[in-house]
């Protein structure tokens, strides 16, 4: 069953354009690599209020948005766990990734507000 890895991470809004710039070309290097499927989506409607009277906790209230802040929910999907940890592990060795001028560049988003985890799916429609 398919196996994905899920982000939640924090991007001032004046970033988007770059940090788009850096997940285009994450995106083609894992999909290279293997990755079945890689998404990367900018918050668009961060207080739903159409779940009916249900209190949710929203992504901006979980990661402490502020208000020149937006939350980016992306995710990589793989055949399997082993899949995921072979794709990531050529990922990581290209030689893209081991750039020199790579080395110190500055993220566009806060790395103190990202959440990552692996997941196996139970349901696939």
């Given at each position: 069953?398919?196996?994905?890895?899920?982000?939640?991470?924090v991007v001032k809004?004046?970033?988007?354009?770059?940090?788009?710039?850096?997940?285009?070309d994450g995106g083609k290097l894992w999909k290279k690599h293997g990755a079945l499927e890689y998404l990367e989506c900018v918050g668009d409607d961060m207080n739903?209020?159409?779940?009916?009277?249900?209190?949710?906790?929203?992504?901006?209230?979980?990661?402490k948005t502020k208000?020149?802040?937006?939350?980016?929910f992306s995710f990589i999907t793989y055949e399997s766990r082993k899949h995921r940890d072979e794709v990531n592990k050529r990922v990581m060795t290209d030689p893209v990734m081991n750039d020199p001028k790579n080395k110190n560049m500055k993220m566009?988003?806060?790395?103190?507000?990202?959440?990552?985890?692996?997941?196996?799916?139970i349901v696939n429609l």
């Open positions: 069953m398919t196996y994905v890895d899920g982000f939640v991470l809004k004046k970033n988007i354009s770059k940090y788009k710039k850096m997940a285009q739903p209020s159409n779940m009916g009277p249900v209190k949710l906790l929203t992504f901006p209230k979980m990661t208000s020149d802040e937006t939350v980016i566009p988003f806060d790395m103190k507000k990202m959440a990552y985890g692996g997941f196996n799916a």
